[in-house]
């Protein structure tokens, strides 16, 4: 059983009391369960509930809609797991976010996701507040340094939090150009929340902390892995408003964060380039793919209040 008495209590977003102590180590668990999204899991916690999905896991019943995904070993190594997340997370000052909490991220887009580690100095309501996701390649020219950090100052001032992924290149890029002005910025993390990935950036990630947040859908501990990476791509998308990518290579694994954004009905902008510039040709593609084409952060404003202004006339219009 899933109970607040266990020895290590899992952190909530604020001090005190947890009334929802059972349900926040049920999800703790269940996060433990798998590296990626997985629809089948997050169906049964909406059906079930996280508490009865998890005690049922934990007496040996893996239910048929996860007999494909899981083991009786996975899910032995995943209870062992979870039962020192919690002293981990209070080490680092992380706490855990779930879909039950008063400061969920308001977004619908977030919807069926098993939990969310944070840690950092802001208020958990920067999630809700207007927000841009800002990527784009790890390889990237001088070009796209300098553009990215440009829009993150630009739209930072403007009073949208900055939310990027805290790799090289155009990412921290992006987290910088917020922190010159002096704002607040969020990075989505592939790893743990007590992890420096990349290591070369732990110092970048503890000003990031000192002011916005770091946020995670993995255990802490967890090391980065491709299928990580793809799950990191759907909460970048999720969390911004827009998602604008200044550089990426006709390959780039940016491209994923666009992706998951069109699926979730946000609007995506792209930064054009030099034609002669391989780190280009992706925001290219997504140009002729009808994304909206922007050369500032003004434009993106612009782009996401008639995004929003479409999106209330076709509600009211509804009937």
Same mark, same amino acid.
């Given at each position: 059983?899933l109970?607040?008495?266990?020895?290590?209590?899992?952190?909530?977003?604020?001090?005190? !009391? %947890?009334? $929802?102590?059972?349900?926040r180590?049920a999800?703790?668990f269940?996060?433990?369960?798998? +590296?990626?999204s997985? *629809?089948?899991?997050?169906q049964l916690?909406?059906?079930?509930?996280?508490?009865?999905?998890?005690?049922q $896991?934990?007496? &040996?019943?893996?239910? +048929? *809609? $996860?007999?494909?995904?899981?083991?009786?070993?996975?899910? !032995?190594?995943?209870?062992?797991r979870?039962?020192?997340?919690?002293e981990?997370?209070?080490?680092?000052?992380?706490?855990?976010?779930?879909?039950? %909490?008063?400061q969920?991220?308001?977004? =619908?887009?977030?919807g069926?996701?098993? /939990?969310?580690?944070?840690?950092?100095?802001?208020?958990l309501?920067?999630l809700?507040?207007?927000?841009?996701?800002l990527?784009?390649?790890?390889?990237?020219? /001088?070009?796209?340094?300098?553009?990215?950090? +440009?829009?993150?100052?630009?739209?930072?001032?403007?009073g949208?939090?900055?939310?990027s992924?805290?790799?090289?290149?155009? +990412?921290?890029a992006?987290?910088?150009g917020?922190?010159?002005a002096?704002?607040?910025?969020?990075? #989505?993390?592939?790893?743990?929340? %007590?992890?420096?990935?990349?290591a070369a950036?732990e110092?970048l990630?503890?000003?990031?902390?000192?002011s /916005?947040?770091?946020?995670?859908?993995?255990?802490? &501990?967890?090391t980065?892995s491709r299928?990580?990476?793809?799950?990191?791509?759907?909460?970048?998308?999720?969390?911004?408003?827009?998602?604008?990518?200044?550089?990426?290579?006709?390959? =780039? &694994?940016?491209?994923?964060?666009a992706?998951?954004?069109?699926?979730?009905g946000?609007?995506?902008?792209? #930064?054009?380039?030099?034609?002669t510039?391989?780190?280009?040709?992706?925001?290219?593609?997504?140009?002729?793919?009808?994304?909206t084409l922007?050369?500032s952060?003004? %434009?993106?404003?612009?782009?996401l209040?008639?995004?929003?202004?479409?999106?209330?006339?076709?509600?009211?219009a509804? *009937?």
């Amino acid at each position: 059983m899933l109970t607040h008495t266990d020895p290590c209590p899992i952190p909530a977003p604020t001090p005190g !009391r %947890d009334p $929802l102590a059972d349900v926040r180590a049920a999800r703790a668990f269940l996060l433990r369960l798998t +590296d990626r999204s997985c *629809p089948e899991l997050e169906q049964l916690i909406v059906s079930a509930g996280p508490r009865a999905v998890a005690e049922q $896991l934990r007496d &040996g019943e893996i239910p +048929d *809609p $996860l007999s494909g995904h899981l083991t009786p070993e996975r899910v !032995r190594t995943a209870a062992a797991r979870a039962a020192g997340d919690g002293e981990a997370a209070t080490r680092y000052g992380a706490r855990l976010l779930i879909p039950e %909490d008063p400061q969920w991220p308001t977004t =619908s887009s977030l919807g069926g996701t098993v /939990g969310l580690w944070v840690r950092g100095a802001a208020d958990l309501e920067i999630l809700s507040a207007p927000s841009v996701t800002l990527t784009g390649a790890r390889a990237t020219a /001088g070009y796209g340094t300098h553009v990215a950090s +440009d829009f993150a100052a630009e739209l930072a001032t403007a009073g949208h939090t900055v939310i990027s992924g805290a790799g090289f290149g155009i +990412d921290a890029a992006a987290h910088r150009g917020a922190l010159a002005a002096h704002a607040p910025t969020v990075a #989505v993390l592939s790893c743990g929340i %007590d992890r420096a990935y990349p290591a070369a950036h732990e110092n970048l990630l503890a000003r990031i902390a000192q002011s /916005g947040l770091l946020v995670s859908a993995q255990p802490p &501990g967890t090391t980065p892995s491709r299928l990580r990476v793809l799950g990191r791509a759907r909460v970048l998308a999720a969390l911004g408003h827009a998602t604008v990518v200044v550089e990426a290579a006709a390959r =780039s &694994g940016t491209l994923q964060v666009a992706a998951a954004a069109r699926k979730l009905g946000r609007p995506v902008m792209a #930064v054009p380039g030099p034609v002669t510039s391989a780190c280009s040709a992706g925001t290219h593609q997504l140009i002729r793919q009808r994304a909206t084409l922007v050369t500032s952060g003004a %434009d993106v404003l612009a782009a996401l209040a008639e995004h929003e202004r479409l999106a209330a006339t076709s509600a009211a219009a509804w *009937p």
